[in-house]
């Protein structure tokens, strides 16, 4: 099976812009979360959704959102970008919600 | 709300000698609980978690970890260390019914030769 994957890699934005990304699951995982990792904070939740709902939301201001299609891919949106949101982004999806977590390689976001 | 603690940020060890990463949790109800690995550049690698069941749980890599319920804690053990897990490690928990997974602060482990 194929594992987490995460579009793109790397992303440079200047402050002000607004960035998606893309996660799509492992086949067959309809649980995708959110993180947000940085050297300072760790990893931050930022949300979970699960058959394409959101069912939890971390301590992250309205700038984040995101999704989930009806194929359990999910997206992400950073709008009006600032400085601090330099971080790798972590998509994980897990069988059911109870269940491990699996994670992509993440997104490496700049903003400049 | 769960919440963990890595109270070492960094562990040095000697290749072939045990290794200890320390966990302690905080949560409401049954907790369920994970480590994770993290390489250079890389996602994180689930290694092992405990459900319910035998306090002992055995992972990936040679890695074990031991439920203590009275301690609140899960720390991850492996007996005779290898360069090769030199790595960032985070324990996990999450309350039974509630998705919110939080992360410790993660513990270097440097393994030297």
């Known amino acids: 099976k194929a594992g987490v994957t995460q579009t793109p890699r790397y992303l440079i934005k200047t402050r002000g812009q607004q960035v998606t990304l893309s996660c799509s699951p492992i086949?067959?995982?309809?649980?995708v979360s959110w993180y947000q990792q940085t050297p300072g904070q760790g990893l931050q939740f930022l949300f979970e959704?699960?058959?394409?709902?959101?069912?939890n939301k971390g301590n992250f201001p309205g700038r984040f959102s995101g999704r989930q299609f009806s194929n359990s891919r999910s997206e992400m949106n950073v709008s009006t970008l600032e400085l601090g949101d330099s971080a790798l982004y972590l998509c994980?999806?897990?069988?059911?919600?109870?269940?491990?977590?699996?994670f992509g390689p993440g997104t490496r976001l700049t903003v400049l | 709300a769960q919440s963990v603690a890595q109270p070492e940020d960094q562990v040095n060890v000697a290749e072939g000698n045990p290794l200890t990463v320390k966990c302690t949790y905080s949560?409401?109800?049954?907790?369920?609980l994970f480590w994770y690995v993290q390489y250079p550049n890389r996602g994180l690698q689930f290694l092992l978690k405990?459900?319910?069941?035998?306090?002992l749980v055995k992972g990936s890599y040679g890695f074990e970890a031991e439920f203590n319920k009275s301690q609140t804690s899960f720390h991850l053990k492996k007996p005779s260390a290898l360069v090769s897990d030199s790595a960032l490690y985070f324990c996990?928990?999450?309350?039974?019914?509630?998705?919110?997974?939080?992360f410790g602060a993660g513990t270097r482990l440097t393994v030297k030769p």
């Open positions: 994980a999806s897990s069988l059911h919600r109870n269940n491990e977590q699996f």
């Open positions: 086949s067959g995982h309809r649980s």
């Open positions: 959704y699960f058959s394409e709902t959101q069912r």
């Open positions: 949560v409401s109800g049954n907790p369920y």
């Open positions: 405990y459900i319910t069941g035998d306090n």
């Open positions: 996990a928990v999450r309350a039974f019914n509630n998705n919110d997974m939080r």
